[in-house]
């Protein structure tokens, strides 16, 4: 896997530093053949993700990835190069949708934006932060669309 962006060296984000508009783009991934048999070998079974001649008299015409495994990849791209948020990136609850299928040989770009901050009324150490991304390849086409619900944290929950 290569990632074309690292958030190893970038100071962790709370809840006080993320604000309603903030947006990011991540590196890049180039996912081919190998890897979307590796995965539906061990996730995703079905023909279309694992048999080339299957997956030619699929719906999609020839071999196509799993949504989930651009999902996996969308995190990946996410983790690290996106946000960097203190705790990291744990999720509670969203929508995904997959417009279009990823191919061998698409490059993958995750690029987001912050759409809503609501701090917590009974844990008053976070907040959960809804983030819409957009998952695209090499030509621009969206190949998962999600708003995802992050728990975030507080700074003065670090010293708490």
Do not use: C
Request: proline residues 6%.
């Amino acid at each position: 896997m290569q990632d074309s962006s690292d958030n190893a060296h970038k100071s962790p984000l709370y809840l006080e530093d993320i604000t309603v508009g903030l947006k990011f783009q991540t590196g890049t991934h180039r996912i081919d053949e190998r890897q979307i048999v590796d995965f539906a070998g061990q996730f995703d079974p079905q023909p279309l993700h694992f048999s080339a001649k299957a997956a030619e008299e699929s719906f999609f015409g020839g071999l196509v990835a799993s949504g989930w495994h651009t999902a996996a990849i969308t995190m990946r791209l996410m983790v690290t190069g996106g946000p960097p948020l203190a705790g990291g990136m744990i999720g509670v609850g969203g929508t995904v949708e997959w417009p279009r299928p990823t191919k061998p040989g698409d490059v993958l770009q995750v690029e987001g934006e912050v759409v809503s901050i609501t701090p917590s009324k009974s844990h008053p150490d976070r907040g959960i932060v809804a983030i819409r991304t957009e998952t695209k390849n090499q030509r621009g086409d969206a190949v998962q669309l999600m708003t995802a619900k992050l728990l975030m944290f507080r700074r003065s929950a670090k010293t708490a």
